[in-house]
């Protein structure tokens, strides 16, 4: 598995952005997915989680303003980030695990590289 995340970048607060993850590796299909973000000086935390059969969860933080969906055909998934503030500034961790009660737990087997989100007011 190899973790590749893409689409961060500068946005102004009350914008959109919609984070990538490949696995270059193909085997994305049979994982539980995830995204995790920290902000300068603080954990990583948890956002999101996708079994493989499209069952979502979500942090309270996050809930309504994120969507996390993913395509098993194209080993990807996706990070819908809506209604942007400048608290969501970060960098974004995709992560996966091979259940979806291991990625809830926090027990997570591959990480990618991280993608930035800077959101200005």
């Known amino acids: 598995v190899e973790l590749v995340e893409s689409g961060g970048g500068l946005v102004q607060a009350g914008d959109s952005l919609r984070l990538s993850c490949v696995d270059s590796g193909s085997t994305l299909s049979r994982y539980a997915m995830a995204w995790f973000r920290q902000a300068p000086g603080k954990d990583r935390i948890f956002l999101a989680a996708?079994?493989?059969?499209?069952?979502?969860t979500y942090t309270d933080s996050v809930k309504g303003r994120f969507t996390i969906s993913r395509d098993n055909a194209n080993n990807t998934v996706y990070l819908q980030m809506n209604s942007l503030e400048p608290k969501d500034t970060a960098v974004y961790y995709c992560?996966?695990?091979?259940?979806?009660?291991?990625?809830?737990?926090?027990?997570?087997?591959?990480w990618g590289q991280g993608t930035q989100v800077t959101v200005s007011s």
């Open positions: 996708i079994s493989w059969n499209k069952i979502t």
């Open positions: 992560a996966a695990a091979r259940s979806f009660s291991l990625v809830q737990a926090g027990q997570i087997e591959y």
